[in-house]
């Protein structure tokens, strides 16, 4: 059993006044396991007062949970000048490691006593001068007992070792094929691979399968919508994968321990409560007799291009439902003239024909529609650019609107008197989607007003409704390709979620600008912006 005699703050004896030992002393310890300060067991402040007299950079981690001890000397050897002092106190298997994951060898278990007693030139970096550097280092651990013989912890101490080290790599290297490569060499290409792999948002994870401990990257942390030092255990990170995908989770696990290769896409809850989808992918590692003991992997976010993807299937599904319906009634209306049961009544032939004419101008619209995807995609969007007066087009517009629809009152007040350089066709395809979705998005209002002026050199369009408005998080993306807003009041409002697509490529040829203005319960007016043709002069 441990000792009962417990020490003052007065009976603390540390002969070097340092940052360490100040923290120490001065640190609010009530809420930490070990409880107050002058409630420590002897053997404790003993061993810590002999550290941090030590010349010797000097590690102790404390009881069955490995509390971080540490003096002066030791801050540098391994990268304690960004962490100190909230190292202090911390459990080394969730601060050390989560900060450190190259150190885990440095981590004895402090349980069994057996201890790696000696690392010989382990490669661990070293802040000297406020920079970063490469070294080597030799580790020894002493188990620490009691007097009864109970063990409290491990004490490591460790010896500078690079410039040995490197003298031996440059004689093996003069020996061997990399007779002009340094080992600072091979070093600072690892680190320029760890960097490249953290730029390209790529984070990192090692499991070890028999205890269910995690080391990561910071990066990883990002992912997951943690600050880049945060500690999370195994356990915690399990708990984010969306319910619906903890299934998929488990088959990847599953499938493998017996591949040995590790691939799941699933989504992750952020703690504000947004969805994400992760790619992780692993290799699983076996002892000497295959049994598995650690898998390694790599985790990406892959949310933009997962939502693209869902966002293309919805289109293609949509797409297909809106050809095959015209298509059905053009069969239905050939059909019944094939039939011959319109006799010789020329009206009933007439309708029929008309009836299939209008559906076949359908499909026509919707097949140049994903046309003019692939070309604006492509960049291959060709124009037909003339001077026009764009207020007779919107004037013509308007009128063929109001007679097909007779639920809406269309206006338009003219203002622009010069002409623009465009391509009028196209011109009119933008108007037209615009002046579409502003019916369809007023279900219940009945006012859809557009207007026209000169700004300057540029010739402006605003298209208003007060309809159902559209929410700030989708404004941004309104204008994406295939992207439809997940609105419930819009949920049920056909379309693919291309036509804000197209417009905006069609202007962006013409040199102009489409932006909007909305809020939600109040209507939605879009802008165009164009050019006003300069007629050159000789």
Wanted: hydrophobic content about 35%; aromatic content about 8%; proline content about 4%.
């Amino acid at each position: 059993m441990e000792e009962k005699n417990y020490v003052s703050k007065e009976r603390m004896n540390y002969t070097q006044e340092t940052e360490c030992g100040s923290y120490v002393r001065t640190n609010d310890w009530s809420k930490h396991p070990l409880g107050r300060f002058n409630k420590w067991p002897e053997s404790l402040t003993t061993t810590i007062s002999l550290l941090l007299n030590s010349s010797l950079p000097t590690l102790l981690l404390w009881g069955p949970e490995r509390y971080i001890f540490y003096n002066e000397a030791f801050r540098p050897s391994l990268g304690f000048a960004g962490n100190h002092p909230v190292a202090i106190g911390q459990c080394a298997d969730c601060f050390w490691l989560a900060t450190w994951p190259s150190s885990q060898l440095l981590l004895p278990d402090a349980q069994t006593g057996i201890a790696a007693a000696n690392i010989q030139d382990h490669p661990l970096p070293l802040y000297r001068n406020n920079q970063l550097e490469d070294a080597f280092w030799t580790f020894n651990s002493s188990v620490l007992t009691d007097l009864q013989g109970n063990q409290r912890g491990v004490l490591v101490t460790c010896f500078e070792t690079t410039d040995k080290v490197v003298a031996l790599k440059k004689l093996q290297g003069d020996q061997n094929t990399i007779s002009q490569t340094r080992t600072s060499d091979i070093l600072n290409t690892e680190e320029r691979l760890r960097l490249a792999t953290e730029a390209t948002g790529i984070g990192s994870w090692d499991i070890d399968l028999v205890t269910k401990a995690i080391i990561y990257t910071p990066t990883l942390m990002e992912i997951c919508g943690f600050p880049r030092n945060a500690i999370i255990s195994l356990p915690e990170l399990a708990a984010m994968i969306h319910p619906e995908d903890q299934n998929t989770l488990k088959e990847a696990r599953d499938h493998a321990l017996i591949s040995g290769i590790f691939h799941a896409e699933v989504r992750i809850c952020w703690e504000d409560q947004t969805e994400h989808w992760v790619n992780t992918n692993g290799r699983l590692l076996l002892d000497e007799n295959d049994k598995p003991v650690r898998m390694l992997g790599t985790c990406i976010d892959i949310t933009e291009r997962k939502i693209e993807q869902l966002q293309k299937n919805d289109f293609i599904a949509l797409a297909s439902h809106e050809l095959k319906t015209p298509l059905t009634s053009v069969k239905a209306y050939i059909q019944l003239l094939k039939s011959g049961r319109s006799g010789n009544d020329m009206n009933t032939v007439k309708d029929l024909a008309s009836r299939a004419e209008h559906q076949v101008n359908k499909m026509t619209r919707l097949i140049y529609s994903f046309m003019d995807i692939s070309r604006i995609q492509s960049g291959h969007l060709e124009l037909n650019m003339s001077p026009f007066m764009l207020d007779d087009l919107i004037r013509e517009l308007t009128a063929d609107f109001q007679i097909h629809t007779s639920s809406h009152h269309i206006t338009f007040k003219a203002g622009i008197s010069a002409p623009i350089f465009g391509d009028k066709v196209r011109m009119g395809q933008v108007i037209e989607n615009l002046i579409s979705n502003a019916i369809k998005y007023s279900p219940v209002t009945k006012n859809i007003e557009l207007s026209s002026w000169i700004s300057g050199d540029e010739a402006i369009v605003a298209v208003k409704d007060n309809g159902i408005g559209i929410e700030p998080k989708n404004q941004e993306k309104i204008f994406e390709r295939f992207y439809r807003a997940a609105d419930e009041k819009a949920i049920n409002a056909s379309g693919f979620g291309i036509g804000l697509y197209i417009c905006a490529g069609i202007i962006k040829k013409h040199n102009g600008g489409i932006w909007l203005n909305s809020e939600p319960g109040k209507g939605t007016t879009f802008y165009i912006s164009l050019p006003v043709y300069q007629e050159k002069k000789d």
